[in-house]
């Protein structure tokens, strides 16, 4: 925009912002901006994310409580794509599906998931079909969203020349509508996946008893400040690992295409 | 027309299956007289500790000040991120290394500092709202176009009147982008901070309900919630015409 | 005194490690009020070369100076009018021209009878709250030529300004500049690539080579311009139909025509 600054001069200002951010952090704590307890140092979160790879917290080991997590964010996650995609490109096939459709989703859009969890609870107890719920609840309006667009955003040729050829309606919508609406779906997949990460911590810091959510909720009641700083730190790597991961989807997709 | 006939047809079926053939139990979904009845008993007597306008006022209020510091301080610091490259260079990091942690993910932490008061919450809005705010802003000023920055040099103008007169203008649109997510962030992680824990708010509505087994009061709340995001968005929606004035039809040839 | 002089002006652009030599030795000098279009195949260059005196690039070697001062960069003394208009989406067309003026200091009174006078020259009279997009791009670049005039510049900088308008807005806006440049002399530096363009409207035509650029010829037209009294003319077919003007016009279409063989076009 205004100033142009070379590339090892961005690093250099980059690596001070770095440090910086950390300086900050520990110059808090010296300056007793918040007791110890409250405030653990950087290097104390560290070491007491590594601990907990070992040594369990609230019933089990990190890795556990990571790996129910992802269960029931698979499951929900999963359901969300796996109804909404279809779903979308059918309401932007068929007129008729869309006017149905779209004045149910509209009124419930604007519930948050987490508004769900009562309900969750009551329907399905602790069981895994409460989070899968609030999870879908979070990645269903994205994933739908997203195909929905794709698919009305076809270039009206393709499907000119696809009734021409006389290809039926099932057809259509899998073999010229889904190609052409994969960069969108996409789109709404990585939107839907973060949406949806979060909507399970929200679930899990409420009705779990394992999970991370559930970890930094037990950390926090027992003021286990490092714990919960650990906890908050590998929820987002993973959401991060997840990201990336759809993101080298889309573009092994996009080069598939391409060929 | 489509749209009213679906509404009317699912409120048919809803009551058909709770009221009249007892497919759907009570206790699991309530029925729409129930939850009439449970609206019109918040609104008048109250419940969890307050009538409903209190509980909505409350919650209004804090999603109100969350997203007012959040969109004040984030709005700016993107828009700086966006002109200047070692602004950028400098903040980043300590966005990119916070920005992964999902706001929900905070509420715990935010307990821990500023317990169960309103205060959490707030910090925990804030959070939600900011990043939104932030990268919008941010994405706003890098998408003015080449000639219209280098026409505002070439006029000579510098400093305050660059900001006010180029970068905001021409940011607006994405910058109302960002502030419609940061809104929709800070519903969603009001609702649940207010689950977790609160006195007031229609969080807290939601959490004493399924307490009791309430299922008429649940659905109550949880409508409440969507209508609430919905007239927020609304109002924001208004703002933004208002805003931008210039995006009208064409005149002259 | 307002000129624009290239001194031994070499630009060199870097692009994944690689160099690129986009100007090589340009040696030219705009005098005082003259009209000078600079024609050349796409990429020799000529844009960089008005860029540069406008202050948005600079030269790898050599300077570029307008009217004896290095320049450093953009800045009102050195009007721009773009070929994509650059008016501002959010500001009306008064407030677009009155933008740059605010810079200069003026008085409110001032502005108002300047905007008021050059919105009457460009023909915008009526149009003054009406925004850009409610224009078409004939009337948009009448804005943008407006703004650049003014702010009253030492130097006038046209970047293709009519290359985003139809055939036939592109004809009118070419007789409306003639008459103001006649009217209003001022030094300018105009980019183009039509060559009819080129010939109509200014005092010396320089042409480029392909890259990397260097200044092949620079051919005198104001003075056939002066003895054959195109002047005299008001429509500009009627000009374009006349002996001198197509000889000049085919000499450059030859010219150039060298260039584009060269690389292979």
Not at chain 2, 75 to 100: C, D, K, Q, T
Request: net charge neutral; proline share 5%; aromatic share 10%.
């Amino acid at each position: 925009m205004n100033d142009q600054i070379s590339r090892s001069q961005f690093w250099r200002l980059t690596a001070i912002g770095t440090i910086g951010f950390f300086a900050f952090w520990y110059l808090a704590r010296v300056l007793h901006f918040a007791p110890p307890q409250f405030l653990p140092m950087p290097h104390e979160v560290l070491a007491k994310l590594i601990d907990l790879l070992y040594n369990p917290f609230a019933g089990y080991v990190l890795g556990d409580h990571m790996l129910a997590s992802l269960q029931r964010f698979g499951m929900g996650f999963g359901l969300a794509a796996l109804v909404g995609i279809p779903l979308g490109l059918a309401m932007g096939w068929f007129r008729l599906l869309d006017d149905i459709v779209t004045p149910l989703f509209d009124g419930l859009r604007f519930i948050a998931p987490v508004a769900w969890v009562p309900f969750a609870a009551l329907w399905f107890g602790t069981g895994i079909g409460g989070p899968t719920l609030i999870i879908f609840a979070g990645a269903f309006p994205p994933c739908l969203i997203n195909a929905y667009r794709g698919a009305r955003n076809v270039d009206v040729r393709f499907l000119e020349a696809a009734s021409m050829l006389g290809v039926g309606n099932f057809r259509t919508i899998t073999e010229v509508l889904f190609p052409a609406a994969v960069p969108s779906i996409i789109a709404g997949l990585r939107i839907g996946a973060g949406l949806g990460w979060m909507s399970l911590v929200g679930a899990e810091l409420i009705v779990a008893s394992s999970g991370m959510g559930n970890l930094i909720v037990r950390a926090q009641s027992a003021i286990a400040t490092d714990t919960v700083m650990a906890g908050m730190i590998a929820i987002g790597v993973v959401g991060v690992v997840i990201d990336v991961l759809i993101r080298r989807l889309e573009r092994w997709l996009l080069k598939h295409r391409n060929a | 027309m489509v749209g009213v006939t679906t509404v009317v047809v699912f409120l048919v079926l809803w009551y058909l299956a709770t009221t009249v053939t007892g497919l759907v139990n009570p206790s699991r979904f309530p029925r729409p007289n129930e939850v009439w009845a449970a609206f019109s008993f918040i609104q008048t007597e109250g419940y969890g500790n307050g009538k409903l306008y209190q509980h909505v006022f409350h919650s209004l209020q804090l999603v109100a000040m969350g997203f007012a510091v959040a969109v004040s301080v984030g709005v700016p610091l993107g828009l700086l991120m966006g002109y200047s490259r070692r602004a950028e260079a400098l903040i980043n990091p300590a966005f990119l290394l916070l920005r992964p942690i999902p706001p929900l993910a905070w509420i715990p932490l935010a307990i821990v500092w500023l317990g169960l008061d309103d205060g959490s919450k707030i910090l925990v809005i804030f959070v939600a709202a900011f990043v939104p705010s932030v990268i919008n802003s941010y994405t706003g000023v890098r998408n003015i176009e080449a000639p219209m920055m280098e026409a505002a040099r070439m006029l000579g103008v510098k400093g305050w009147r660059m900001v006010a007169e180029v970068l905001v203008p021409g940011s607006l649109p994405m910058i109302f982008t960002g502030l419609r997510l940061s809104l929709q962030a800070s519903w969603t992680t009001l609702v649940a901070a207010e689950l977790i824990g609160a006195l007031y708010g229609l969080g807290s509505i939601l959490n004493q309900a399924a307490q009791d087994i309430y299922p008429a009061m649940i659905l109550v709340a949880m409508v409440l919630v969507g209508l609430c995001g919905a007239a927020t968005t609304w109002l924001l929606g208004q703002l933004e015409n208002r805003a931008m004035p210039w995006r009208k039809g064409r005149v002259a040839a | 005194m307002a000129t624009i002089q290239f001194s031994d002006v070499t630009r060199v652009f870097r692009r994944d490690g690689k160099d690129f030599l986009i100007l090589d030795g340009i040696n030219l000098t705009v005098q005082d009020q003259e009209f000078v279009a600079i024609v050349g195949p796409s990429g020799c260059g000529k844009t960089t070369c008005m860029r540069m005196a406008a202050g948005l690039e600079f030269p790898s070697t050599g300077s570029v100076k307008v009217n004896n001062v290095v320049v450093t960069e953009p800045g009102p003394d050195r009007a721009v009018v773009f070929q994509q208009f650059a008016l501002f989406p959010w500001k009306s067309v008064h407030e677009n021209i009155d933008f740059g003026l605010r810079s200069k200091g003026l008085g409110k009174h001032e502005r108002e009878k300047l905007i008021a006078h050059y919105i009457d020259l460009m023909n915008l009279k009526g149009y003054e709250s009406a925004y850009p997009h409610q224009l078409s791009g004939g009337m948009q670049q009448r804005v943008a030529i407006a703004r650049a005039y003014a702010l009253n510049p030492h130097v006038l900088l046209m970047d293709e300004p009519f290359g985003a308008l139809d055939a036939q807005t592109r004809v009118v806006m070419q007789e409306e500049l003639v008459k103001l440049a006649r009217k209003n002399p001022r030094t300018v530096l105009f980019i183009t690539h039509a060559v009819e363009e080129a010939v109509y409207l200014a005092d010396r035509v320089v042409i480029m080579t392909s890259r990397p650029g260097k200044i092949k010829e620079i051919l005198d037209v104001k003075s056939v311009r002066e003895s054959e009294d195109w002047d005299q003319h008001s429509k500009i077919e009627d000009v374009m139909d006349l002996e001198s003007f197509v000889h000049l016009r085919t000499r450059i279409w030859k010219s150039l025509r060298e260039e584009h063989a060269g690389t292979d076009h």
